[in-house]
């Protein structure tokens, strides 16, 4: 079965890291856009950071700039480094793909407002919750 599995995530204090991580099962992530999504309860979707499968080029949303990093590792797994965190941080995060936008800038993932019902693959979503 293809698929995107998600680990990583949890409880941390502010000023805490995390890592999560997204790989994929029965396909590769070469031709494919791939990004870390969250969504928080009463909120909507934001594309937090996306990376390029052609030249490695990534996006991040500005308030993650220089606390998140997203890497990518082989053929099948991307990361999501959380640094420095924040209470408003804390949400369900999503890993997803998606063929059509592997050929378009590396925001473009990150900017949709696709639903996650339309990516091609999509995680079961990982909680981060910052708190004291």
């Known amino acids: 079965q293809r698929q995107l599995v998600e680990s990583g995530g949890g409880f941390v204090q502010p000023g805490g890291s995390l890592n999560l991580s997204c790989a994929s099962s029965g396909f590769t992530l070469d031709h494919y856009a791939i990004g870390w999504f969250r969504q928080a309860p009463g909120k909507g979707r934001e594309g937090v950071a996306c990376?390029?499968?052609?030249?490695?080029?990534t996006f991040y949303r500005n308030s993650v700039k220089g606390r998140f990093t997203i890497s990518r590792t082989g053929g099948s797994t991307f990361s999501l480094h959380l640094n420095n965190l924040k209470p408003e941080d804390t949400a369900d995060y999503y890993c997803?793909?998606?063929?059509?936008?592997?050929?378009?800038?590396?925001?473009?993932?990150?900017?949709?407002?696709?639903?996650?019902?339309?990516?091609?693959?999509w995680g079961q979503g990982t909680q981060v919750n910052v708190s004291e």
């Open positions: 997803a793909a998606d063929w059509d936008f592997w050929s378009r800038p590396v925001e473009a993932l990150c900017t949709t407002r696709k639903a996650f019902s339309q990516f091609d693959f």
């Open positions: 990376i390029s499968t052609r030249d490695d080029s």
